[in-house]
């Protein structure tokens, strides 16, 4: 049997320093015996869609990250670019590693370590077909707006969703999004927010629980929870 041609590149963001983390960094921390960027490494490589790998580091840990590389990847399709100063120049360094060929690129935090193969496989056909694709999570919690800490309003939480990573797009349109945001001044906090800017719509697919982002220690500690539970073989929720 032939296999399906894979499609898609993915750049995985690891340029924060992660301070609050100690020498070791946030990206570099274990979790469950191994780098937090590890896991969305095997995650990536797992998925049928996913030909190549960019990891963007920062100047202080492109060595670091070179030798969990060698050490858990030796000869696997990954490259190590350095970032910039803000995330979308970081991104944007990233995707100017990515072959030509690549159709669709998919962006992710390192700090995303739960994100499984089937959510990287989910955006990146969702993606393909229709420009832009996300892995969300529906708000569960009652938001309010606050102004100078006062409640102005209760927002309907039926319509708000949380953007987390993968997010996949066209290489084609993410690039012309980079560059028209870019002369327009333009920054963003992540990628679908470029596209929304073009007016063009980016489909938000439900990715289940949990996708945790690692922000603080106590984050980690439960990451290193979940992913120690994942690899003795318990159920885990993905597309």
């Known amino acids: 049997m032939t296999r399906a041609p894979r499609f898609a590149g993915v750049v995985i963001v690891a340029a924060g320093r ?10 570099l921390a274990e979790a469950a015996g191994r780098p937090l960027l590890y896991w969305s490494i095997e995650a990536a490589l797992a998925a049928n869609v996913v030909s190549e790998i960019v990891v963007v580091a920062g ?9 969990v590389l060698a050490r858990h990847f030796p000869g ?11 995330r979308q120049d970081s991104v944007m360094a990233g995707n100017a590693h990515l ?10 935090d390192a700090a995303r370590p739960l994100a499984t193969p089937a959510m990287f496989e989910t955006v ?35 319509a708000l969703w949380s953007a987390q990573t993968p997010q996949a797009f066209r290489f084609s349109l993410l690039k012309q ?10 920054v963003f906090t992540d990628e679908a927010a470029w596209l929304e800017w073009l007016g063009h719509p980016v489909a ?18 439960m990451a290193d929870f979940l992913l120690s539970k994942r690899s003795e073989g318990e159920p885990h929720v993905s597309p």
């Open 99 to 108: 072959s030509a060929s690549a159709e669709v690129a998919i962006i992710h």
């Open 76 to 86: 696997e399709p990954i490259t190590v670019c350095i970032g910039g100063e803000r």
């Open 124 to 158: 990146a056909n969702c993606a393909r077909e229709s420009g832009a694709a996300i892995i969300g999570a529906r708000v569960t919690d009652t938001i309010k707006q606050v102004d100078e800490g006062v409640i102005v309003r209760t927002l309907d939480r039926s």
């Open 177 to 186: 999004a980079f560059a028209e945001a870019e002369v327009a001044d333009q």
């Open 18 to 27: 992660g301070e609050r983390f100690g020498d070791t960094g946030k990206v």
């Open 59 to 67: 100047p202080h840990s492109q060595r670091k990250i070179d030798d």
């Open 204 to 221: 938000m697919v439900e990715g289940g629980r949990p996708n945790l982002k690692v922000t603080v220690p106590e984050d980690l500690a």
